[in-house]
């Protein structure tokens, strides 16, 4: 093509031609013509080569300050993507980058790669069947897999959080996982926010047990107590609660790959970013927004005091004692050590049969003949629960 413009260049300046015929010949346009004869006379018969469309400015670029300030934030939050980081750009500046142009900066400085793009295949269950429809619908729970701390010390961090809203309602380290241990936090949770309408756990302990009625564990029984209902993930089912486990994928990098050298400094590094989770880091789910943002507290107050539940008429009152038993006409009846210290309602059902209700969960039947305890199958049925 450039020995072709060269060629007419070279007829047009000898003369003698008609310049509009001589544009014919070469089947271009006399703008053109005037154009590469301009570009020759200027810059020489080398200038007649293809030259780039691209603009030489584009009014969207990103200047410097931009630029400098998109990487900042790249730097300090390492495990952000640009959808997050341009939302968190835009509540710091009046202009907002496109996600594009975010990308496209943070490519240039090296600081995000390409990963290969996931293929979706249909898979069954990924989820609960539950679904928050509001702050303090459910409340989802479970414990981070645990490291070592720097002074060698087991660390294994309690993790609350609001299905809904995604706020981190707490990231604890309770020193245990036994009920002993994690009680105390879940009522320091119950007095900041509230109580929830329901608690989706796994199967593990302390929030299940395989021995107790329903899988009752002492934890999970003081919950329906309070008259909060429960729901558990299938066993071996991680992705039953899979918003959570994904919060647990962010915590492993942004925080357990940072070992402190105790619990308390590792305390206030968790206490540092469930900050920045809840009110930092945008939400693609939340339409852009921080979980604080969403979260509000729950209207139900955890009770003052601990008087036994009233079941009202037709029920017998009775304290499991710390042993899991009961009396029931002068007769001592083992029901279940997950129950200990709690006041179930006891409803004939029968000439010879009990009722054992837990609030508003059918825990099991005593059979009067033989004073002895059969507990409910272990998936409770919307039959076998009063309205709490």
Known sequence: ?????????????????????LCREYGISRKTGYKWKERAVADGLNALAEHSRRPRRSPRQLDEDQTCALIRLKLRHPQWGPKKLCLVYARQHATVPSVSSCHRVLRRAGLVQSRPRRIHRPMARLQSAVVAGEPNDVWTVDFKGWWRLGNGARCEPLTIRDAFSRFLLAVRLPGGTDTASVRPEFERAFQLYGLPRMIHSDNGSPFASHKGPLGLSALSAWWVSLGIELDRGRPAHPQDNGAHERMHRDLEVELAQRVQPDAGTQQAACDVWRQEFNWERPHEALDGRCPGEVYRKSARALPQSTAPLDYGAGFFPRRISGHGTLKWRQETIFVSNALAGLTVGLKLSGPNELQVWLNYLLVGSIELQTNSFRGAPSRPTEAARLSA
């Open 1 to 21: 093509m450039s020995d072709v413009r060269r060629e007419f260049v070279t007829k047009a300046l000898q003369g003698g031609v008609s310049f509009a015929m």
